[in-house]
């Protein structure tokens, strides 16, 4: 079915609901938002009323959420062309350009004003920092000018942990840096996995990925050398104040896992590759996600567990 065909069958259908204004916030991204700014709060070394706790995490969730919105206004177009979101509800018609910017604009506002009430002026201002930089440095620069976009733009992602660090201390410890910066490492060879079997996609849209600019190969070989440099990253983080013996276990296993998913990436024949579906790289994408989430659930339990350690640890 043609865009317009689409757009028009989706319309007809009424005005939107619910799940459409939901599909906005991009539910799936916020789950990693929450989930990582939820152990930045709980690993603090500051105790936070739940009460408050819980509002820190609702507000930033809903700051992650109004950052897709907009990302989503802002991407209508490109949108309309990928396969992987040309469902969206803007490409379908379900939702306008404008309603989806004033949605997203009035939640942003919402959650810094609500966050800063309820914590602190600096988690505030990360919050509407990250929002800052994922809609107009990642979204309306970077995407669509540098095949380092996903590098750079990386950064959006890597907050959320920092912020709920921020909003149980009022301040930003070695621990927050370290939380930001796996996540950082972490989203490069993710993003460009899925490139290496979504590329048709960004050459349709005209988004410079690395797959675009400089081909599948160099892209593997990227994807090899970040997660080398990850890995490192991630075992170091065992032997300071943010790891556990259970993250140090998770991260040997896990990164000794990841290496060995990046070096079949790395040796692959691109012929075999697109015989088999790029099976290695769907399967190095999946992993990745369950990679973060390990990390940082790795990290909650060392700190539930910090009093069963005394000084052993």
Request: proline share 4%; aromatic share 14%; charged share 15%.
């Amino acid at each position: 079915m043609s865009d317009a065909g689409l757009r028009s069958a989706t319309a007809d259908a009424g005005d939107a609901g619910f799940a459409d204004f939901f599909a906005l916030l991009k539910p799936r991204v916020m789950t990693l938002v929450v989930f990582t700014a939820f152990v930045g709060l709980y690993a603090a070394p500051v105790s936070v009323h739940p009460l408050v706790g819980f509002a820190a995490i609702l507000f930033i969730a809903v700051g992650g959420g109004a950052s897709g919105a907009l990302n989503m206004w802002w991407d209508s177009d490109i949108d309309r062309v990928m396969r992987r979101t040309r469902a969206r509800p803007i490409p379908t018609g379900r939702i306008t350009e404008a309603e989806a910017f004033g949605f997203g604009m009035a939640l942003a506002g919402f959650a810094v004003i609500l966050l800063w009430l309820a914590t602190n002026a600096l988690a505030a201002a990360l919050l509407a920092f990250t929002i800052f930089f994922y809609v107009v440095i990642y979204s309306m620069w970077l995407k669509r000018s540098t095949p380092q976009n996903i590098v750079i733009g990386g950064a959006a992602g890597a907050f959320p942990p920092m912020i709920g660090w921020a909003a149980a201390t009022g301040s930003i410890g070695i621990e927050a840096v370290l939380m930001f910066a796996l996540i950082f490492m972490w989203t490069p060879p993710h993003f460009w996995a899925l490139a290496l079997f979504m590329k048709s996609d960004y050459d349709d849209a005209g988004v410079p990925m690395l797959t675009v600019t400089h081909g599948r190969r160099v892209t593997r070989t990227h994807i090899l050398v970040y997660t080398v440099l990850l890995a490192g990253l991630a075992l170091g983080a065992g032997f300071t104040a943010l790891g556990g013996p259970i993250y140090l276990t998770v991260a040997v296993v896990l990164n000794a896992l990841f290496l060995r998913g990046a070096w079949a990436i790395w040796r692959r024949d691109e012929t075999a590759a697109e015989a088999d579906g790029y099976r290695v790289e769907k399967r190095f994408f999946r992993d990745s996600l369950f990679y973060l989430f390990a990390h940082f659930g790795a990290i909650a339990l060392d700190t539930a567990a910090a009093p069963f350690w005394g000084g052993v640890w």
